[in-house]
């Protein structure tokens, strides 16, 4: 009697409270989570820091001329395009919209927002250190615009100035040197034929073709001294009007290729970073090492 009430009875009732109890919980952890911070809820923002192995994307872009075709905003939108379908392909949190970068060459002209030197470093800082608290152990900072070039390389050594308990990986391509669709230009540099094309795949109905020869994008070459010294006036006596090549030639083949491109390369790196269980272990030790260099032995 008790056998047959286990078998008829109990077994499916334990089997039913089995699947109830653990149905739930696989479907909420094969959800999908939107990679977006902003848009997820704090207990799936908790998921997504785990189902990302605390790798977040800090998707770094700039309010600056575009030439006369192109918006404000072309570097902001264009990297976070690639780094959003980048983090759809290869999960990662990605940071809201973040624009305060280095870009006092183009203080004269409408629209630009240039931050100073310090409050640039304070809030890349706190942000990097805001994210880390919230679980990001790597953050990647996908950069999107030119003028940051020197400014993130500089952040990233700055961690060294004291310990952090994260990583800060930075990752500044954006364009392919080599293959796809034949380019026409020669230079090519803002708001150009590459830049203009990416923007025809990102955000196709903020491209006025129609103004893009309406303004010179020619190397004004008007600065005499050596190559290798560097001035921070350099972009401006060459490109004064914010506008380096040639707009006009773009096309949406070569756009493709390269937003195929740059989005191929952030997955890529997304994997590698997390892969990566080097830098923050030799980084502690570099902490902990520095706190007594004369016990430091070769
Ligand atoms: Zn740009």
Request: proline share 5%; with cysteine; aromatic share 10%.
């Amino acid at each position: 009697m008790i056998r047959t009430f286990r078998r008829i009875v109990l077994v499916p009732m334990l089997l039913i409270l089995g699947i109830t109890l653990i149905v739930p919980q696989l479907v909420r952890a094969q959800a999908k989570l939107s990679v977006h911070w902003e848009e997820l809820t704090a207990s799936d923002f908790r998921e997504g820091i785990h189902r990302s192995q605390g790798t977040c994307l800090l998707p770094f872009g700039i309010l600056e001329k575009h030439g006369p075709h192109l918006p404000l905003g072309t570097d902001l939108l264009d990297v976070r395009y690639a780094a959003l379908h980048a983090a759809e392909q290869e999960y990662a949190v990605v940071f809201p919209e973040y624009y305060f970068g280095q870009i006092a060459e183009a203080r004269h002209e409408p629209g630009t927002v240039a931050y100073s030197r310090n409050l640039q470093l304070a809030l890349l800082q706190e942000t990097t250190d805001e994210m880390a608290r919230n679980g990001c152990k790597k953050v990647l900072i996908v950069n999107g615009h030119g003028g940051n070039n020197s400014l993130l390389p500089f952040f990233a050594q700055s961690q060294l100035d004291k310990p952090h308990d994260y990583v800060v990986y930075v990752f500044d391509e954006r364009t392919p040197q080599t293959g796809g669709p034949a380019r026409k230009t020669k230079i090519d540099m803002h708001a150009g034929e590459s830049e203009t094309s990416k923007i025809m795949i990102s955000r196709p109905d903020l491209v006025h073709m129609d103004r893009a020869a309406s303004e010179s994008g020619a190397d004004q070459a008007r600065q005499k001294i050596p190559e290798d010294v560097y001035t921070g006036i350099w972009w401006y006596t060459r490109f004064p009007f914010h506008y380096s090549g040639d707009g006009s030639v773009a096309n949406k083949e070569l756009g493709e290729y390269q937003m195929k491109w740059w989005i191929d390369s952030v997955v890529n790196t997304i994997r590698q970073v997390k892969a990566d269980d080097v830098s923050l272990k030799l980084q502690n030790e570099f902490y902990e090492k520095s706190k007594h260099p004369l016990d430091t032995q070769p």
